[in-house]
């Protein structure tokens, strides 16, 4: 069955006042399924990158201009297209700072929207119905632009699609409460029109989505009385004379979606594929009244088969990319993973049947009719074993139960039972699509755990984790479950497999971490190669010395003013220096702790999520956590390789990254604590040693820069002196 996943933030919202508009134009794909750009309803572009929820650009217009449509990424050129009070096109690339001097060109008439998709041109639609590839436009900005639509007839929404060899626009319009579908092939031009057929008087659609598949282009609209329509367009349609009339186009009911007492008033419908639908601003069929919700429809079999309540008001608004839902709600835009597996009546009904070893290994090549049409005549005794008692069932191997028993079995059997029927499952080899199975058990087995603080299955939580098959926001809380029961080796796990775990939560393993008492984290069985490595790395001796990594004991001592308390300040003579260990290279916390916060230093993170909830650590914690970052930092700079091939360990980088955040987060209270003067006067002269060895690379660049610049003589003879001067 089609799936909806946790969802989290990418912007926040500045709707209008009277709260009708989400203060959102539109969100178009960019370079990749990782990038969109966001277009608000008055002045501002924005470039997020989606995974790390992160603002990486934005570019507004001056005071008094306003974009009137959102704008798109031209793959080819690498540049950004929108356009200003109707008439001013603007063009600009990532690096440019100001709109106002990026390239722009006024034409003649007004334009309703700039279309570009991947694998095509960019497109001009303008409010009169005409179309004008880009390019051609911009060699003559002013050209006159004719008007294809009737008078009182006015453009409702548009799209454009490229198929295997044609290009379309492709926009709908309304007049005197007529609304008509226009296909605009490109290159030869040529134009299709079509009368959608009336629904009941006054009822105008909501929301226009379209997808193509096999030559034709399917358009699916949405009314307020809920009906979903779909009306099929072959490509190779009529071409439409001037002044005749439209042709009808047909359209067949997917969906009578329920709308309560009312009719709908800011809903919208959108393809996801050739079976399932999204909805949102739709009542729920079993929630009440005054709830919004986004939900997936699979139009094969008239089932709902997801849904998520959203908070705050809903807009009307939806936009899918690459399997991700964008939806604005209340004063945020959210990003929503979805899954819509191949539709089937079984998967429908959530009886889909799973292949089963005995079957797939049978002796015979020649299949029996009798037990493929009459299964339960053929094998009577199938019956007889689903109504065995619980302790006859214990015996039943995961082989022979389906993904449904097995699901209803983690609800009410023993701890053992469930782990030894997790482990026969996972050791399956003919399981299809392991993943969504791999989240459904996760999530049952998570939530009885938090219901029954009784029941708990470490081993078996441990390998779903281990198939790779789940994520944070698959089972959201799982994590936090893990460090409820203070079961540290599965936080290992989750900070190294799953990619998108929130800052809060990575806050709160921090927190945990950092707060244990070091008998608690000795007795906790962790990884064993981090554990060799983080033991290797303390236990190590040092290295010849040196500049590494642009810190050495020698330079410490080269700037007096930063008061560098016990960094090598004073030179130590030869020998001792080679049996005597500094004290900043006595690890402040035991080995698992060690081990713990490395996974931490590890976990992927925006700064700007991060932050507040640093704040959240007490002083104590911070000074100990910063104490732990200067022994790594003194350790990867003054050690030969502290960092082994193949060993999961953070990166010098990383460690500063993180000094700098805690330093933001808790400067103040760090300046005021006095133990923490010493430390601070440290740090101060690692972060300058690192600018002195960013500055030198610097030099090592341009140096080399100059060098590859430099033309060599093709013929320079059997012997030659060439002298190469850097500035």
């Known amino acids: 069955m089609a799936a909806l996943y946790e969802g989290y933030t990418l912007c926040g919202l500045t709707p209008a006042q009277n709260q009708a508009n989400s203060g959102i134009q539109g969100v178009e794909a960019e370079r990749d399924s990782d990038h969109v750009v966001v277009t608000d309803s008055t002045r501002s572009v924005t470039l997020y990158k989606v995974s790390d929820q992160k603002p990486l650009s934005s570019w507004t217009v001056k005071q008094g201009q306003t974009l009137t449509c959102s704008a798109v990424y031209n793959s080819h050129t690498k540049e950004y297209v929108a356009v200003s009070d109707s008439k001013v096109i603007r063009i600009w690339k990532e690096e440019d700072i100001l709109l106002d001097k990026a390239f722009k060109a006024t034409v003649s008439s007004d334009v309703w929207r700039v279309h570009c998709v991947a694998g095509g041109e960019p497109v001009v639609l303008f409010h009169r119905g005409a179309v004008r590839f880009l390019d051609s436009l911009l060699s003559a900005p002013q050209q006159p632009i004719e008007e294809v639509l009737a008078q009182e007839e006015a453009i409702r929404w548009s799209t454009n699609i490229v198929t295997e060899s044609q290009q379309f626009v492709i926009f709908t319009t309304e007049q005197k409460g007529d609304h008509f579908l226009y296909l605009q092939r490109l290159n030869p031009n040529s134009l299709q029109r079509y009368r959608l057929e009336r629904e009941e008087p006054g009822l105008s659609p909501l929301s226009f989505s379209v997808s193509y598949r096999d030559k034709h282009i399917r358009l699916l609209y949405l009314y307020p009385n809920g009906h979903v329509y779909q009306s099929v367009v072959s490509v190779r349609g009529p071409v439409a004379d001037e002044g005749a009339q439209p042709l009808p186009l047909p359209r067949s009911l997917l969906l009578g979606l329920p709308v309560g007492d009312g009719l709908l008033e800011e809903a919208s419908a959108q393809a996801l594929d050739d079976a399932h639908v999204a909805v949102v601003g739709v009542p729920h069929p079993s929630a009440g009244s005054g709830k919004d919700f986004l939900c997936i429809?699979?139009?094969?079999?008239?089932?709902?088969?997801?849904?998520?309540?959203?908070?705050?008001?809903?807009?009307?608004q939806l936009w899918s990319f690459c399997n991700k839902v964008f939806i604005p709600h209340g004063k945020t835009l959210s990003v929503i993973p979805?899954?819509?597996?191949?539709s089937s009546l079984a998967a429908a009904l959530g009886k889909l049947r799973q292949a089963k070893p005995e079957e797939s290994k049978a002796t015979t090549s020649v299949p029996s009719w009798n037990n493929i049409l009459h299964e339960e005549k053929a094998h009577p005794s199938r019956t007889v074993e689903t109504r065995k008692t619980r302790t006859s069932r214990k015996s039943q191997s995961a082989s022979s139960l389906t993904n449904d028993q097995i699901l209803e079995l983690i609800k009410t059997t023993p701890v053992e039972e469930v782990q030894r029927e997790v482990e026969l499952l996972l050791s399956r080899t003919d399981i299809q699509d392991l993943q969504p199975l791999v989240g459904q058990i996760a999530s049952t087995l998570v939530s009885r755990s938090l219901d029954d603080p009784a029941f708990y299955t470490p081993s078996s939580l441990a390998q779903l984790v281990h198939t790779r098959c789940l994520c944070h926001s698959v089972c959201p809380d799982l994590v936090l479950l893990a460090l409820e029961r203070k079961d540290y080796f599965l936080c290992q796990l989750c900070l190294q497999f799953f990619p998108d775990i929130p800052e809060a939560v990575t806050c709160a393993c921090l927190k945990a971490f950092i707060s244990m008492s070091d008998v608690d984290a000795e007795n906790a069985s962790l990884e064993p190669d981090s554990v060799?490595?983080?033991?290797?790395?303390i236990a190590g001796e040092r290295g010849p010395v040196g500049l590494q990594n642009g810190f050495s004991p020698s330079s410490a001592g080269e700037d007096r003013s930063d008061g560098l308390v016990g960094a090598g300040g004073t030179r130590a003579p030869q020998d001792k220096e080679k049996t005597l260990t500094p004290p900043e290279q006595i690890c402040p916390v035991g080995l698992h702790k060690a081990v713990l916060l490395n996974e931490v230093l590890q976990t992927a993170y925006s700064d700007s999520f991060l932050l507040p909830h640093l704040k959240d650590l007490s002083s104590q914690n911070v000074v100990l956590f910063l104490q732990y970052l200067q022994f790594l930092y003194l350790k990867y700079s003054q050690d030969a390789f502290p960092q082994m091939p193949g060993s999961r360990s953070p990166s010098l980088t990383q460690i500063m990254d993180w000094?700098?955040?805690l330093l933001d987060a808790h400067f103040t209270v760090l300046v005021m604590t006095p133990e923490a003067k010493g430390l601070l006067l440290n740090l101060h002269k690692f972060v300058k040693s690192q600018v002195r060895l960013v500055s030198e690379l610097g030099k090592i660049e341009g140096s080399l820069q100059e060098l590859n610049k430099m033309k060599m003589a093709k013929d320079v003879g059997q012997y030659?002196?060439?002298i190469i001067e850097l500035f």
């Not at 979805?338 to 191949?342: A, D, H, N, S, V």
């Open 297 to 316: 429809w699979n139009t094969n079999f008239q089932t709902l088969q997801a849904g998520k309540e959203m908070a705050g008001k809903i807009y009307g």
């Open 338 to 342: 979805y899954e819509c597996p191949k």
């Open 532 to 537: 060799s490595s983080m033991e290797t790395l």
């Open 659 to 661: 000094v700098c955040l």
């Open 720 to 722: 030659s002196i060439e």
